[in-house]
């Protein structure tokens, strides 16, 4: 399972940014897809997760900032991301729970991550 994430940039306090993540190679099912961040010096901290059923959670940092969404046909998550701000600052790194064939195991897998920076 590779994920891809284009996106990301530089954006001004109380802007808008959306990210995209789309899932490819061999996967027989995806359980869940999501976003996580990390700034220097911190841990990567969950921001927002959807499972295949159209469950959604936030982090509360992000509650009414941030909307997650799915397109489960495509294999592909996105986060539009409102209202920024510094502290919103980090590598954003696209998450999904998948199984890559019948025969194996569910695994997490990972993005190259892409780095969102607000700033004036």
């Known amino acids: 399972v590779q994920l891809v994430e284009p996106g990301g940039g530089l954006v001004q306090p109380g802007g808008s940014l959306r990210l995209s993540c789309a899932a490819s190679?061999?996967?027989?099912?995806?359980?869940?897809m999501g976003w996580y961040r990390q700034s220097p010096g911190k841990e990567r901290e969950v921001v927002a997760t959807?499972?295949?059923?159209?469950?959604?959670n936030y982090a509360d940092s992000v509650k009414g900032r941030f909307t997650i969404s799915s397109d489960n046909a495509k294999n592909t998550v996105s986060l539009q991301m409102n209202s920024l701000k510094p502290e919103d600052t980090a590598v954003y790194y696209c998450?999904?729970?998948?199984?890559?064939?019948?025969?194996?195991?569910?695994?997490?897998?990972w993005g190259q991550g892409t780095q969102v920076t607000v700033s004036s």
């Open positions: 998450n999904a729970n998948a199984r890559p064939s019948k025969w194996e195991y569910d695994g997490d897998y």
């Open positions: 959807t499972t295949s059923g159209g469950s959604t």
């Open positions: 190679g061999s996967i027989f099912r995806i359980n869940a």
